[in-house]
């Protein structure tokens, strides 16, 4: 059985803890047990077929893909409380200017969908539930909660599936309680997943293998991205102002880790998360001309060789 040390470095006033040389299947155990901190609801399954990683020929096809997005605001049963015109521009922004790095464009109906549902108004986790307001097979339908921004709990985002054509988030993060979700790339980390993505550190999660440093194996392990960087489950533990992360851990060759600490779909600190990889814009780009449920919410879409 292949084996991993890990160790991670924390440094607290007086006193220095180093965790060493576990089996990796047990530290991912151990990890999963301990119910780590994240801003994902659940783990998503996997929507068939899952498709593999794009080659480098279809890597050479460009041209605008157009995404037909529904936009559905929860409010309170007097149809007050949503969120204003303001702040879903606001969050409609963030997803343009992470993805147009892409080419991948969003086309919002003109109708907007209001949920007044008093149950839903005040779950400031949100729930799976949501879906099943008004669904669409020719389009993303994203589902935005209230910011809840006094709420004690922590909120966070929703896919059922990779890829999916719906998900939610809501809330703030309880490690940064005036950080709001939905004003940070999180809401692009959620359409990551309906894009294709898996995050980056998907080899501690049910279902996936360890990836190695060397990307031997980025294929058919870890987030199957091999241009992203093995990544040990950052787990919010990297600090917002600073970008960095005082953990430590080797794969089972003994290869220190260097995870991307500003990648969308990692766990990093929703304040540090700045950028998709080439590879994994590739891969959006393929799911969205490949797979059968996202083809449905193409609007246009030109691809020819450079």
Same mark, same amino acid.
């Given at each position: 059985?292949?084996?991993?040390?890990?160790?991670?470095?924390?440094?607290?006033?007086?006193?220095?803890?180093?965790?060493?040389?576990?089996?990796?299947?047990?530290?991912?155990?151990?990890?999963?047990?301990?119910?780590?901190? %994240?801003?994902?609801?659940?783990?998503?399954?996997?929507?068939?077929?899952?498709?593999?990683?794009?080659?480098?020929?279809?890597?050479?096809? @460009?041209?605008?893909?157009?995404?037909?997005?529904?936009?559905?605001?929860?409010?309170?049963?007097?149809?007050?409380?949503?969120?204003?015109?303001? @702040?879903?521009?606001?969050?409609?922004?963030?997803?343009?200017?992470?993805?147009?790095?892409?080419?991948?464009?969003?086309?919002?109906?003109?109708?907007?969908?209001?949920?007044?549902?008093?149950?839903?108004?005040?779950?400031?986790?949100?729930?799976?539930?949501?879906?099943?307001?008004?669904?669409?097979?020719?389009?993303?339908?994203?589902?935005?909660?209230?910011?809840?921004? %006094?709420?004690?709990?922590?909120?966070?985002?929703?896919?059922?599936?990779?890829?999916?054509?719906?998900?939610?988030?809501? %809330?703030?993060?309880?490690?940064?309680?005036?950080?709001?979700?939905?004003?940070?790339?999180?809401?692009?980390?959620?359409?990551?997943?309906?894009?294709?993505?898996?995050?980056?550190?998907?080899?501690?999660? @049910?279902? %996936?293998?360890?990836?190695?440093?060397?990307?031997?194996?980025?294929?058919?392990?870890?987030?199957?991205?091999?241009?992203?960087?093995?990544?040990?489950?950052?787990?919010?533990?990297?600090?917002?102002?600073?970008?960095?992360?005082?953990?430590?851990?080797?794969?089972?060759?003994?290869?220190?880790? @260097?995870?991307?600490?500003?990648?969308?779909?990692?766990?990093?600190?929703?304040?540090?998360?700045?950028?998709?990889?080439?590879?994994?814009?590739?891969?959006?780009?393929?799911?969205?001309?490949?797979?059968?449920?996202?083809?449905?919410?193409?609007?246009?879409?030109?691809?020819?060789?450079?």
């Amino acid at each position: 059985m292949k084996t991993t040390s890990i160790f991670l470095l924390t440094v607290v006033p007086f006193f220095l803890f180093l965790l060493t040389s576990a089996p990796y299947a047990v530290w991912k155990a151990d990890r999963q047990q301990q119910d780590p901190p %994240g801003f994902c609801m659940g783990q998503p399954r996997v929507a068939e077929p899952l498709l593999p990683t794009p080659t480098a020929e279809q890597r050479l096809y @460009q041209g605008p893909l157009h995404l037909r997005v529904y936009l559905h605001i929860i409010r309170n049963e007097n149809g007050e409380g949503g969120l204003t015109p303001d @702040q879903i521009a606001e969050s409609l922004g963030i997803l343009e200017k992470d993805f147009r790095p892409f080419d991948i464009f969003f086309e919002l109906e003109e109708e907007i969908f209001y949920i007044d549902e008093q149950t839903l108004f005040e779950d400031a986790n949100g729930t799976a539930a949501v879906f099943n307001n008004n669904p669409h097979e020719d389009g993303i339908d994203i589902y935005l909660f209230p910011d809840h921004p %006094g709420h004690s709990t922590a909120g966070g985002g929703m896919v059922y599936t990779i890829p999916a054509a719906a998900f939610y988030i809501v %809330g703030r993060c309880i490690e940064d309680p005036k950080l709001i979700y939905r004003r940070t790339s999180a809401i692009s980390h959620e359409m990551g997943h309906c894009l294709g993505l898996f995050h980056t550190h998907h080899a501690m999660e @049910q279902g %996936g293998c360890e990836e190695l440093v060397n990307r031997n194996n980025c294929i058919e392990c870890g987030d199957f991205v091999c241009d992203t960087p093995a990544d040990p489950g950052l787990f919010l533990e990297v600090d917002g102002a600073s970008c960095t992360w005082s953990g430590h851990a080797l794969d089972s060759q003994g290869q220190e880790m @260097q995870p991307d600490l500003h990648n969308i779909m990692s766990y990093t600190h929703p304040r540090c998360m700045t950028h998709f990889s080439e590879g994994q814009g590739a891969r959006m780009r393929y799911y969205i001309t490949h797979h059968p449920m996202l083809k449905k919410c193409l609007i246009t879409h030109q691809i020819s060789k450079k």
